[in-house]
């Protein structure tokens, strides 16, 4: 018998193409937004040369910290002096600004973990106005760090989040259209207001992007040659109390330091430059030695953390900002602590060489006694 059906006749309801033609709207619409978002969106340059991995080539030496670092410690320059010093090591820069300590252990994990050639040395410094308060955590890093799974989940068990932010964070940093909401109201909102005042930003942000590459800077981020004028410097306003409730953010660090240990890395914790008219303050000076004491509790015993005690008051004509060294300034800073881990490790190595050396004599003394 004849069937009545045929292909031919069949059609794909209306509601299915519908969907259809959304579903693909909506992936072309994502993929779009990732390709310009270099171009509209510096939190994203920040932050997608390291969810990209372009870095995974790796080094012996890892930079971490927030902006300063960021933009004050030079890779190249850093294995230039330290050739000098007849060490040959591979640095790179992952400081990115605001960050805080859960961000300095996910990076040195991640870094651990995915990079070809694993670091064996940290250097890291840890701005005391950053050890409390989540401003610059949620406009930045659970804006458009993609965690992985393991990241979210860690992120709940350390109440560092609760469990549906960190869920609602990994989801949004892979959904363009949700992670760029904010930033596109924002661009269409200035272009609509002043869309001459549009320009230098996207400019600025196109520069961030050429000058960031690690091909190129190896991570680190040029502040330029301009300097900072000493009325530019006002009063400090600093007190202490910042980490007031925040006190998952040294168990972060007590964690990172004690991973880092088990593998045997080396962490070179320092203290950062400052304007020399800030020389002399004591309500100041009380500020940076409280926070630097916080950071020492509990960790000043592990043999493989090196905290550089040495406080730095330079000339205006090192600083793009009070808080930021210039190309300069970051210059003087890199071949400062090459030269101090230089000579932490030229030390450690002789002490190795002499255990060795120990150990080598009393075997022979008991060989000679055996006979």
């Given at each position: 018998m004849a069937s009545n059906l045929s292909i031919s006749s069949f059609k794909i309801p209306r509601s299915v193409t519908c969907l259809a033609l959304s579903i693909g709207t909506f992936i072309v619409l994502n993929w779009a937004l990732l390709k310009v978002a270099p171009f509209f969106d510096s939190n994203f340059v920040l932050l997608e040369g390291v969810n990209d991995e372009s870095w995974d080539a790796g080094g012996d030496v890892l930079f971490l910290g927030d902006s300063r670092g960021h933009q004050g410690l030079i890779p190249r320059e850093f294995e230039d002096r330290m050739e000098q010093h007849g060490i040959e090591m591979d640095a790179m820069n992952l400081s990115r600004p605001g960050m805080q300590t859960p961000f300095t252990y996910y990076f040195s994990k991640r870094a651990l973990?995915?990079?070809?050639?694993?670091?064996?040395?940290?250097?890291?410094?840890?701005?005391?106005?950053?050890?409390g308060g989540q401003d610059w955590m949620r406009d930045i890093?659970?804006?458009?760090?993609?965690?992985?799974?393991?990241?979210?989940?860690h992120a709940t068990i350390m109440?560092?989040?609760?469990w549906n932010e960190s869920a609602e964070w990994y989801v949004r940093t892979r959904i363009p259209a949700w992670m760029f909401r904010k930033r596109v109201n924002n661009i269409v909102k200035?272009?609509?207001?002043?869309?001459?005042?549009?320009?230098?930003?996207?400019?600025?942000?196109?520069t961030q992007q050429e000058l960031s590459g690690f091909e190129i800077s190896k991570g680190y981020y040029s502040r330029g040659f301009d300097h900072i004028s000493p009325a530019e410097i006002g009063p400090h306003g600093y007190t202490t109390g910042f980490e007031k409730g925040y006190s998952v953010y040294f168990e972060y660090?007590?964690?990172?330091?004690?991973?880092?240990?088990?593998?045997?890395?080396?962490?070179?914790?320092?203290?950062?430059p400052w304007p020399e008219q800030r020389e002399n303050d004591a309500s100041f000076e009380e500020v940076l030695d409280h926070y630097w004491e916080k950071l020492k509790e509990g960790n000043e015993s592990i043999a493989s953390v090196h905290f550089l005690d040495e406080v730095y008051y330079w000339p205006i004509e090192n600083f793009a900002d009070p808080l930021h060294l210039n190309h300069p300034g970051a210059i003087k800073l890199t071949r400062i602590l090459a030269d101090k881990v230089a000579e932490s490790s030229e030390k450690m190595l002789a002490e190795k060489q002499l255990k060795k050396n120990v150990a080598k004599t009393a075997s022979l003394d008991r060989q000679l006694e055996s006979r």
């Open positions: 973990k995915s990079a070809k050639k694993k670091p064996k040395i940290v250097v890291v410094n840890f701005s005391f106005y950053l050890l890093y659970w804006a458009y760090y993609r965690p992985s799974l393991r990241e979210s989940y109440r560092l989040l609760p200035a272009a609509l207001d002043d869309p001459r005042a549009l320009r230098p930003e996207l400019t600025g942000i196109y660090l007590n964690l990172m330091l004690e991973e880092l240990a088990a593998r045997d890395v080396q962490v070179y914790i320092y203290r950062f």
